[in-house]
């Protein structure tokens, strides 16, 4: 748990995991939220992917992939709410 504690304090990848937590979201649409530029929210979504955080629902999609949280990036994020108070 606390190679992931350590993993999720990157910015954008601990705010693609707040947005997740709160229902599926493509890249684009975090990205538009908060400013930020859509190959970065890309790349975190895919970092949360490959520890299994998150999964992308529509995979096989050229665009808008929905990413929405597994049951181990619920368990990290209610972990980080704690840690955090």
């Known amino acids: ?6 993993f999720i304090q990157g910015k ?3 705010l693609c995991l707040e947005e997740i937590s709160e229902g599926p979201k493509t890249p684009g649409m975090v990205a538009k939220s908060h400013g930020k530029h859509l ?3 890309s790349r975190a979504l895919r970092e ?5 955080l998150a999964e992308c629902k529509n995979p096989d999609a050229n665009k808008n992939r929905f990413y929405e949280i597994t049951d181990k990036g619920k368990e990290l994020h209610e972990r ?6």
């Open 39 to 41: 190959s970065h929210i």
């Open 80 to 85: 980080l709410q704690e840690i955090e108070g």
């Open 12 to 14: 954008n990848r601990r």
């Open 48 to 52: 949360l992917e490959e520890k299994g």
């Open 1 to 6: 748990m606390w190679e992931l504690l350590s």
